[in-house]
């Protein structure tokens, strides 16, 4: 488990000039990614960056919402920590309802592997991780430990493939799974 405190993210300029993103992990850290998490905030409707090859999964932290223009498949409507997913590849505008929002977005290269985006309120003592993804957790609500590290809002954590944590104190998660898809195997 790796703990990552929010003077580890990186702040950077969107893909499209219009705004900053904070990232949180990217794997590999430089150059072309598998997959991002990040947090944006967006203040004023426009067009989204196109990420070919990648799909998109996003949610509002704050705000009152978003209504996203997805080309080819119609309008949606964000609201707070309910996760929407699309294509990267698609010509996506963005229209604020009220306002500023701060969205969350987990981006997977599709030939790398799939990914999820989920909200859960986890009790104390409930198990998280996987033996076949990773993981990265931000804490959405609540405070516990893990090994020397507080866990509260804006802390994220990462779980590799096959790595388990058990919260001794109930967190509300923004959860990221990552599923790489499988070499194929050199005696097929």
Request: include cysteine.
């Amino acid at each position: 488990m790796r703990v990552i405190r929010p003077s580890e993210y990186r702040v950077m300029p969107w893909k499209n000039g219009g705004g900053v993103t904070t990232e949180i992990w990217a794997s590999p850290p430089s150059g072309v990614f598998d997959w991002r998490v990040s947090i944006a905030t967006v203040n004023a409707d426009g067009p989204f960056s196109t990420f070919t090859g990648y799909e998109r999964h996003i949610m509002t932290l704050s705000g009152e919402g978003m209504i996203l223009d997805v080309a080819g498949s119609g309008k949606f409507t964000l609201e707070p920590l309910k996760p929407f997913s699309f294509s990267g590849d698609a010509q996506v505008h963005g229209s604020l309802l009220k306002g500023a929002v701060l969205d969350f977005n987990l981006m997977v290269r599709r030939d790398f592997g799939s990914g999820t985006l989920q909200v859960r309120d986890c009790k104390a003592g409930v198990r998280l991780g996987s033996k076949k993804s990773l993981q990265l957790a931000y804490v959405l609500q609540g405070e516990s430990q893990a090994d020397s590290h507080q866990l509260e809002p804006n802390v994220s954590f990462y779980l590799g493939t096959g790595e388990f944590f058990t919260p001794p104190a109930p967190l509300k998660l923004a959860i990221c799974e990552i599923t790489p898809r499988l070499l194929p195997s050199l005696n097929a």
